[in-house]
């Protein structure tokens, strides 16, 4: 691994970015809780986006052109992940009848809570893959290696990908539109560890009703979030593991930024998911390429600026599509 995870000014900018932005977002811009507009959305989304490109600068300053295109092509793999995974943050609140005002709190803790997931995600599967090298392991046991260096991870993880990218065309997450996310598994963990009121109560968390304490459905959603977003991470894990296998700061860091900026691209783009109908194509290409990278990885190198310009070709290709053919029935909101 290069210097680049271990450049203390590098790490301590994103750091201090990250903290920045969170306490303003939460502790001054929305301190109250309120209905996000359209308008402010935007601005939020066009901050997140810019911050996390004049990132990409600065790992092109210290790092090359090479680690730049590493970060740009998980960044945008992984936005294109989040938009598919917008529409079931949509039914969900509509499932549990979310008020408007308090979806913005529900959206923030989860995303925290994906924060630290995706730190262990992320750090535990580069130390995974680091010691999954077959010569490596034919080495420990005095055994002559072979001429091409396989991982026996990462090519699970292309194997993957490629049945994920083929299952999921056409599909997107439309399926989940009848599921019953009371008996998902975060519902049932809150209910099974504490008394849930049937009404909300603000954006509260708990609330006390006849002398009793009792968490209210928020909490319950804001699980729900988050362990949908665990599921969620099960593709794009493994798949930005295919453009920086042995870099956790490029994948950490390209992943937190498109996870922060998901929060206002949801209430920016909620009431227009429509317009991405054809976007599930484009993800299962992308997943399937990516998987194909993956398996063909220790015969055959794809460059990163290669994989960048499939990813990004394939995704304005989709949102092209969708605008241009798009389905007659929106779905439900």
Do not use: C
Request: charged share 15%.
């Amino acid at each position: 691994m290069d210097n680049l995870l271990y450049h203390p000014g590098l790490i301590a900018s994103f750091g201090v970015l990250v903290l920045i932005m969170l306490a303003l977002d939460l502790g001054v811009f929305n301190k109250k809780s309120h209905v996000i507009s359209s308008k402010e959305a935007m601005w939020w989304s066009i901050a997140w986006i810019g911050l996390s490109m004049a990132f990409s600068g600065a790992i092109y300053h210290f790092a090359g052109f090479e680690k730049f295109t590493q970060y740009q092509s998980a960044y945008w793999i992984e936005k294109a992940l989040s938009v598919d995974n917008l529409f079931v943050f949509i039914l969900v609140f509509s499932f549990f009848r979310v008020p408007r005002e308090v979806q913005h709190k529900v959206l923030f803790w989860g995303i925290l809570g994906a924060l630290f997931f995706r730190a262990i995600f992320i750090f535990a599967g580069v130390a995974l893959i680091e010691a999954t090298y077959l010569n490596k392991i034919l080495g420990y046991f005095g055994q002559e290696g072979f001429k091409y260096d396989i991982n026996i991870v990462l090519f699970i993880f292309g194997i993957f990908l490629l049945y994920a990218g083929i299952k999921s065309w056409g599909g997107g997450s439309h399926d989940d539109e009848d599921k019953d996310y009371s008996q998902s598994p975060g519902a049932r963990l809150i209910h099974r560890f504490f008394k849930v009121s049937k009404n909300f109560d603000g954006d509260k968390f708990f609330t006390v009703q006849n002398g009793v304490k009792m968490a209210t459905p928020l909490l319950v959603v804001v699980t729900v979030i988050e362990f949908s977003d665990l599921l969620f991470a099960v593709d794009s894990i493994p798949a930005i593991f295919a453009i920086a296998p042995d870099d956790p700061f490029i994948l950490y860091t390209s992943n937190i930024f498109a996870i922060l900026g998901l929060r206002s691209l949801y209430f920016l783009l909620a009431n227009f998911m429509y317009m991405f109908s054809r976007l599930s194509y484009g993800l299962a290409i992308i997943l399937a390429f990516i998987g194909f990278k993956m398996v063909i990885g220790p015969f055959y190198h794809i460059e990163s600026s290669h994989s960048l310009i499939v990813v990004v070709g394939v995704l304005v290709a989709s949102v092209i599509a969708s605008i241009m053919f798009p389905v007659k029935t929106a779905p439900k909101s």
